[in-house]
């Protein structure tokens, strides 16, 4: 159960992500797009630097949860396979990124547009290099969560066998 938290937690962060993302190319170059990544508007082009803090402090939020875990006294085998989950769905995202062919390389460019709806968030949401390192960082906490884990375990002497 934990494990599928963590797949939709990182799912709705990683479509988080990808809407601001899309807000701030568009605001770059003085579009607005809806929901869906259609082009609705057009508007004076500026920083976007509210989208950019937004993304900023939802990673930081993302990640602070996720640091939360790693400093957790209680490493329960719960609460690591919901980092597995986060950090193995991030992988699987970045995954189907790499794979996806619509298109092709259109990402930033306002004149071909975006994917629609969440494959579109997806993909800017995995390509955004703040969606990219708190990826990576659940899944180094939850390599160091397991290892203190087992390490824990194997210093109160449980000598029942290999801990999985």
């Known amino acids: 159960m934990s494990f599928l938290i963590g797949l939709i937690g990182v799912v709705v962060y990683v ?3 990808g809407i601001l993302t899309i807000r701030k190319i568009g605001l770059e170059g003085g579009a607005v797009f809806d ?3 259609q082009l609705v508007g057009v508007t004076a082009p ?3 630097i509210f989208t950019l803090i937004a993304i900023a402090l939802l990673s930081v939020g993302v990640l602070g949860l996720l640091a939360r875990r790693l400093f957790s ?3 329960s085998a719960f609460r690591i396979w919901g980092l597995w989950g986060f950090g193995l ?6 995954i189907f990124r790499m794979f996806w062919t619509g298109n092709a390389g259109a990402g930033d460019s306002l004149e071909q547009g975006f994917e629609p709806w969440v494959v579109g968030w997806i993909i800017e949401g995995i390509d955004n290099p703040a969606a990219l390192t708190v990826v990576l960082a659940s899944v180094v906490i939850a390599v160091h ?3 203190r884990r087992r390490a824990l375990k194997g210093a109160k002497g449980d000598d029942s066998g290999p801990v999985a």
Do not use: F, K, Q, Y
């Open 15 to 17: 479509c988080l992500v």
């Open 35 to 37: 929901l869906s990544n």
């Open 46 to 48: 500026s920083e976007g």
């Open 73 to 75: 006294v209680r490493g």
């Open 89 to 94: 769905g991030g992988i699987a995202l970045g």
């Open 145 to 147: 969560s397991h290892m």
